[in-house]
């Protein structure tokens, strides 16, 4: 079980990349909870799927030419922790920030947990400094 745990996990990262065309009623429950820490705005946030398709939807306005690279999983029991490489340029207007033509590359790690063949509740936690400061967007 942890090998198709693996590959949901996979599946799910792969939302962000700009040629993915997987269904996410494949991928996730109905009742999918996603932590960010921190999410784009500040603090901690927690979002249902149609909370994270939206902010799925937003990145792909903000960022084109995005990949994402897995660089290490680990699975026990119900739960897949993923550490993830995502590299994307700023091509459209981003949390209030016009683009920049940057080519930005962050990490991050993804905890999901599954039910049913599904993840039903992700946590992730990402490097929200380093793609504000590659894009030349802190102050």
Known sequence: MTDENKELARRAL?????DNNDDTAQVFSERYV??????????VKDLDLDGWKALV????????????RIIMQIAEDDLVATRWEFTARHTGDYVGHPPTGKTAVWTGVEIDRMAGGKI???WVDWDKYRLLETLGLLQ
């Open 120 to 122: 039903i509740e992700s």
């Open 14 to 18: 792969e939302f962000w990349s700009s």
């Open 57 to 68: 939807a937003g990145y792909h306005a903000a960022f084109s030419e995005s990949r994402v």
């Open 34 to 43: 996603n932590h960010q820490e921190p999410s784009i705005e500040g603090n």
